[in-house]
């Protein structure tokens, strides 16, 4: 016990009176200040490291290089490939899209993945991990097209291809670059990366592509889909974005009925119209049926002109207030309208009235204008009534021939509706505005249209049922998202209808048919598609382009097909396929541990990836999901370049001098904003305020770290001295051994914002503002030799062991540059070669008991902080159960040496048990002793300036 040790410690080592005497007399008269001067500093073990304290920009810049390649980062995942053993964690990477230059999506995806990988590998667990990029389609080839400054239609699909593929190559440099200064583990060499343009990928997504057909999951039909004029091609849900404030001119239209049911005979020589309400006029040339539902009541009613009309009768009012008052004369239930017919607005032709189960009576008039080309659902009815589907719009979104010559070559988006609307002018009763949400094409951010064309598509109805049933097995992160996660996933699932995954456009993988006898045939097959695979690996991946068709064919197929006319198909693979089949190429098994990506990756990878695996392998290809929102600015708005709110994270990192100074914040300052935030919200806050924030919690780490580097300095002992622990000391234990569990627990579960909160807390709190203030006095002040100050340096040692390894995954750069100043680290051994240290079992719950009520009189004491407290002595009053704990603390009643009077800093404590006591009572009076002037704790000695414990260390220099 410190209450006791340094007298026993004094008096069993026998030091001779006048050797005592002799200290005493060289502190006690003239030449006592200067000596005091020199002496007590030379005989104050105080903290020794080089560990800087901060940095310059410059320099702070300079310093994340050299630990990059000082600590081997780039080393790093092949190293533990090759030293680690599994089974491997494997993560497999969503491909970020080879677009443009890395921004805070890319920073917060491949961090986060980074903080997941790096968490594995220093506990010993070997990783799997190789990045991606999504290197085809639209964006690519737009951007590629821009640069050119050249028509599309002056370029052949050779020529686009190159300029593309130069273009991805050159974005996924500037992003590889930036992801491995991030600190990010991986193979970042060529051959340790995938690309979705890449001869292994492609011809591997080739084999899949005709597996999927051979199971007759994969076929070519004429439907409506989501169409792009602007990019003339067609377009997967995930590829729009909508905008909430479209504007549709919106028309009430009359058409003339020439054939009523017989329930309506009695109107047979009146003029009598249906009345239909559309947002989308220009669709009325492609109208082919009006649809009714059967379980409405439909009404007739009179104008004032004497003209009769059809309408749901809940619609009635609402349709009069903009038409005009209609007097109801006869009402019929929606089933008597079969056998009803029009005449079609355009064409006059007659067209039939049919029953449709998603016509309503919330909106419009009751009966619906039916134009099956341009609307999924008008899709299914033309489908079960067996009617043709009318196409009269071509790619570029412009009416055809076979629209009539008043419209042809009129785009409908921009000239169809008034052109439509003129020309039915005498029947349109009623036109206004409506502002809602509607499609834009994601890329070319114009509208977009529902239109129907040959496309390849993937029969997801096929595949729904187990997709839907593998989701519940799902491990999905955060935890309290994960039922909202998959809900949202079960919901994208059941309500795709169907998956077109054919392009109109030339950069991607070639869909592997050839069309027969003028497109009327479409020819596949198992041996036709690994002619074409071996070919790409002679000829390179332009060779669908490059090849005369019957080349890629061969002669043998030909002979078999006896055709005279064989053309290559023209279209390409929806590059969420590409990176949806990813998996196939990539994961050894075929599966993951985890996907990491955006919440925004439901309706994209997450669910292409899903259903190319059930197809294929009849499971998910993942067993867990993590969700990570996106970055937003101090007004919660999406960061884009044309609202001028995006910041890099070149700019945190590097700082920014031409826009006010801004501080080259580091990477880890970066990851750790990452790691606080990343993982807890869906709206990611980056603003200057929170950066300064995780800035100075960074800085909180490297300051108490260098005290702790500072604490186990290797001051040269004479004998290797045995440990001894005070009770602070094993609580301290105590305290790193339940920190250290529950990191271990948040990093499993990857809940980083809270593995984040708890390191700081731990740091501050309970190493920082408890331990290390504690034990100042006895690796300050104690001799070299003695054990308990070795028991201090022993705890520190243990503390920084642990920290530094649970900080490691967040801010790596911060966690080698730590290690590097290690004592021990002679060799200069980077961290994650070190091993990882697993805290022996120092659960001592009853320590921290003992400690806890000490703490708690503690909080007491400290309001008297404005005092320095060594001054003061207490008398402590507590009651039995406390005073019982405490006496492990204090045995004798009054101490100025005990390990209480320490933890208190007070220089001396009377305690007493007083069964009236609820809580601890402390009375404080200064003491009548002056302190030692070495130590600044224990009283002096009464013939000299310094205590009998700093009378005793001093002799070991004279």
């Known amino acids: ?35 005091q001067t020199k002496q007590f500093k030379d005989t104050i073990l105080l903290p020794q490291t080089k560990f800087p304290l901060k940095f310059s920009d410059e320099k702070r810049i300079e310093m994340d290089e050299y630990l990059a390649e000082k600590c081997g980062f780039f080393e790093l995942y092949n190293w ?44 010993g667990q070997r990783v799997h991990y ?8 639209l964006p690519i080839e737009l951007k590629a097209l821009t640069e050119l400054k050249t028509k599309e239609k002056d370029l052949t699909p050779l020529q686009i291809r190159h300029h593309a593929k130069k273009y991805a190559k050159e974005a996924i440099k500037k992003q590889k670059d930036a992801f491995a200064s991030w600190g990010v583990v991986a193979d970042w060499k060529k051959s340790g990366c995938y690309f979705t343009n890449s001869t292994s990928f492609l011809t591997n997504e080739l084999r899949q592509f005709i597996n999927l057909y051979e199971k007759k999951l994969i076929y070519r039909d004429f439907k409506p889909v989501h169409w792009s004029p602007s990019s003339r091609t067609a377009l997967a849900e995930s590829e729009l974005e909508y905008n909430d404030k479209h504007e549709s001119k919106c028309a009430t239209v009359r058409l003339k009925i020439v054939e009523l049911p017989p329930s309506l005979s009695e109107f047979k020589e009146k003029n009598i119209y249906a009345l239909t309400w559309t947002t989308t006029p220009w669709t009325l040339v492609a109208n082919q049926a009006l649809a009714f539902s059967s379980d409405a009541i439909y009404c007739i009613a009179k104008k004032s002109d004497g003209d009769l009309y059809l309408i749901a009768q809940d619609l009635l009012c609402h349709v009069t207030e903009k038409i005009g008052y209609l007097n109801p004369l006869k009402t019929i239930k929606g089933s008597e309208l079969n056998g009803a017919k029009y005449l079609q607005p355009i064409s006059g032709i007659s067209l039939p009235f049919l029953a449709a189960s998603h016509v309503n009576t919330l909106v419009g008039t009751g009966l619906v204008h039916t134009a099956p080309a341009h609307g999924s659902e008008d899709f299914c009815v033309a489908l079960e009534h067996k009617i043709p589907v009318l196409s009269v719009v071509n790619e570029e979104g412009c009416y055809t021939d076979e629209a009539g010559s008043q419209f042809t070559g009129k785009e409908v988006l921009k000239d169809g509706t008034n052109i439509v609307l003129d020309h039915l002018s005498k029947d349109v009763l009623h036109t206004e505005i409506l502002v809602h949400s509607y499609p834009y094409d994601w890329r070319t951010k114009k509208p977009i249209i529902t239109r129907a064309s040959h496309q390849w598509f993937i029969d997801t109805d096929a595949l729904k049922e187990k997709a839907a049933e593998s989701i519940q097995n799902l491990q999905i992160y955060p935890e309290s998202r994960r039922q909202t996660s998959i809900n949202v996933l079960l919901k994208q699932i059941k309500q795709r209808p169907y998956w077109c995954i054919s392009r109109q456009r030339v950069w991607g993988t070639p869909i592997p048919v050839v069309y027969l006898n003028n497109s009327k045939n479409v020819f596949t097959s198992r041996e036709f598609v690994e002619r074409l695979c071996r070919l790409i690996e002679k000829n390179g991946n332009d060779c669908w382009w490059e090849l005369p068709v019957e080349k890629i064919v061969g002669k043998k197929l030909m002979e078999e097909l006896n055709v005279t006319n064989i053309e290559r198909g023209n279209d390409i693979l929806d590059i969420w396929f590409d990176s949806g089949i990813s998996w196939s190429s990539v994961l050894p098994e075929g599966k993951a541990d985890l996907y990491i990506e955006g919440m925004d990756q439901f309706t994209g990878w997450f669910q292409t990836s899903l259903l190319t695996s059930i197809a294929l392998q009849n499971s998910a290809p993942y067993k867990g999901l993590y969700v990570h929102g996106f970055a937003v600015d101090e007004n919660n708005n999406k960061m884009s370049k044309s609202i001028g709110n995006v910041i890099s994270p070149e700019e945190i990192v590097k700082g920014n001098k031409n826009e006010k100074q801004k501080p080259a914040y ?11 935030h990343g993982s807890q919200h869906s709206l990611i806050p980056l603003k200057e305020s929170v950066l300064r924030d995780s800035s100075d919690n960074v800085n909180k780490l490297r300051n108490v770290f260098r005290f702790l580097l500072g604490a186990i300095h290797p001051y040269s002992v004479k004998n290797t001295v045995e440990p001894q622990y005070l009770f602070i000391d094993k609580y301290m234990l105590h305290r790193l051994y339940h920190y250290n569990k529950e990191i271990q627990n948040l990093y499993s579960i990857y809940e980083y914002h809270n593995v984040a909160r708890h390191i700081i807390n731990f740091i501050t709190n309970d190493v920082s503002s408890i331990y290390c203030h504690l034990v100042k006095d006895r690796l300050y002040c104690e001799n070299v030799n003695s054990p308990y100050r070795a028991g201090a340096v022993d705890v520190i040692g243990a503390i920084l062991a642990v920290v530094v390894r649970s900080i490691a995954p967040i801010v790596p750069h911060l966690a080698e540059e730590v290690w590097l100043y290690h004592p021990e680290n002679l060799a200069s051994v980077p961290l994650f070669h070190s091993g990882y240290k697993q805290t022996n079992n120092w659960n001592q719950p009853e320590i921290e008991e003992i400690i806890k009520v000490a703490l708690l009189i503690k909080e007491k004491v400290n309001k008297f902080a404005d005092k320095n407290t060594w001054e003061l002595k207490a008398t402590i009053r507590v009651e039995m159960n406390q005073f019982s704990l405490l006496l492990n603390l204090q045995k004798e009643e009054i101490s100025s040496t005990s390990e209480l009077c320490e933890i208190l800093r007070l220089s001396s404590i009377k305690l007493i048990e007083d069964e009236s006591c609820t809580d601890p009572q402390i009375k404080f009076e200064r003491t009548n002793q002056k302190l030692c002037k070495r130590c600044r ?9 310094i205590c009998y414990r700093c009378s005793e260390v001093m002799s070991e220099f004279i």
């Open 130 to 137: 190789v990045p991606g990029w999504d290197c085809h389609g």
């Open 937 to 945: 704790r224990h009283p002096e000695s009464k013939n000299g300036g």
């Open 1 to 35: 016990m410190l209450s006791i040790s340094f007298y026993n410690s004094f008096r069993s080592r026998k030091i001779s009176f006048l050797k005592h005497a002799k200290i005493l007399f060289r502190y006690s008269y003239g030449t006592q200040q200067n000596v």
């Open 80 to 123: 533990q490939r090759a030293n680690l053993t599994g089974p491997d964690f494997v993560l497999h990477d969503g491909p970020p899209y080879a677009n443009g230059n890395p921004h805070m999506g890319h920073a917060i995806n491949k961090i986060l993945k980074d903080i997941t990988l790096r968490s594995k590998i220093i506990k």
């Open 666 to 676: 580091g990477i880890d300052v970066l990851r750790w904003w990452v790691s606080s």
